[in-house]
């Protein structure tokens, strides 16, 4: 789609001098280098930042990803941390996500943030850890998992659990052998398997059960859609994993993504500030927020 190609949006980076700009508040364009499917509905994007400040992120931190004409959107960050390049994975949904899906190698984007708050890695070292991702939740999650295996000595046992609708919706699971050799043990589940499908079936509270837990050194973690974390916390509280050990991270409606619109809002919370990342404990009395 070259109608937002290199010519029409560098004539805005002219207009506007923001190339160089380090405040988070304004867009800086990102180059992408390569977009390739990873399934029927996502591709992953590797973009070159224009702006170093863009690199300064914690897993679970997103930015607002925008196109001219097309809008913006709260966008999850997939690489981890000290990575040179920025990965987004991007499902097509609506308008502006599909319109991502027909850009190119050579075109911008335009990016702010990093917004939001993301996981303090400092919290869970020495935790055994359970991380539980649902559909396009691993996106944002696999940016902590690479997080953690690049530090793999300063944590416990770690356990993932990840489930999806169907074999052929699950994502990144050519990189699983290197997640597991690294010395995490991964657990695949889907609702509907394929022929052939060697992973459990079922919904991913069925694996929690069977994960080794020691005394009061296990925390969770769970990104995945909405109406997955009111049962996996009960599951992980089943064993023995209280509000100070389950970490969420919430997906809310987003315009502005730094406090200003309301859009986000939880009773006297904005999502995109104080969160996305939560421990269970910060929500007490929120009910709403599961
Ligand atoms: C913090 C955060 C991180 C996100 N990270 C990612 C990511 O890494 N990859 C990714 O593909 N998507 C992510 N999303 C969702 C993404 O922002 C929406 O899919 C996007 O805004 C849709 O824009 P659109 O113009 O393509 O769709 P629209 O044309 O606006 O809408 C198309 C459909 O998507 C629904 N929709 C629109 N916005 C949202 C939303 N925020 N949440 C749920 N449904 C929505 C609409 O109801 C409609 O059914 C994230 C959202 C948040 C809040
Ligand atoms: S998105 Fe505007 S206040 Fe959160």
């Known amino acids: 789609m070259r109608l937002y190609g290199n010519t029409i949006i560098n004539n805005a980076e002219e207009e506007f001098g923001h190339s ?14 390569r977009s390739i499917r990873v399934s029927e509905k996502e591709r992953l994007f590797t973009i070159n930042p224009s702006n170093d400040s863009l690199l300064k ?29 920025i ?46 991702a649902g559909g396009i939740g691993i996106v944002p999650m696999r940016s902590l998992l690479k997080a953690v295996l690049a530090r793999r000595d300063k944590f416990g046992r770690l356990t993932l659990i990840y489930g999806s609708k169907s074999p052929e919706e699950l994502l990144f699971v050519e990189e699983m052998d290197d997640w597991r050799g690294a010395g995490m043990d991964v657990q695949l589940t889907v609702d509907k398997p394929s022929l052939g499908w060697k992973g459990g079936t079922g919904v991913v509270t069925t694996l929690i059960p069977k994960v080794e837990t020691a005394d009061k050194n296990t925390i969770g973690v769970i990104i995945g859609p ?23 991270s919430l997906e809310r409606r987003m315009k502005c993504g730094v406090g200003k619109c309301g859009h986000c809002q939880i009773n006297s919370i904005y999502v995109c500030q104080c969160g996305p990342v939560f421990r269970m404990s910060e929500l007490k009395g929120m009910p709403e927020a599961i």
């Not at 380090?22 to 990102?30: A, I, N, T």
């Not at 109406?227 to 970490?247: C, P, Q, T, W």
């Open 20 to 33: 160089h700009m380090e405040s988070p508040y304004l867009p800086s364009l990102g180059i992408i280098e």
């Open 57 to 85: 992120y914690r897993p679970g931190q997103f930015y607002m990803v925008g196109l001219p004409g097309y809008g913006e959107a709260p966008i999850s960050i997939t690489s981890g941390p000290g990575e040179k390049k």
């Open 87 to 132: 990965e987004l994975c991007i499902r097509a949904v609506g308008n502006l996500t599909n319109a991502f899906h027909n850009l190119r190698k050579g075109d911008s984007i335009w990016l702010r943030g990093p917004f939001g708050r993301g996981f303090a890695l400092e919290e869970l070292e020495g935790r055994d850890i359970i991380f539980v």
């Open 226 to 248: 909405p109406v997955m974390y009111r049962f996996v916390i009960l599951s992980l509280n089943a064993k023995g994993l209280g509000a100070e050990d389950i970490y969420v």
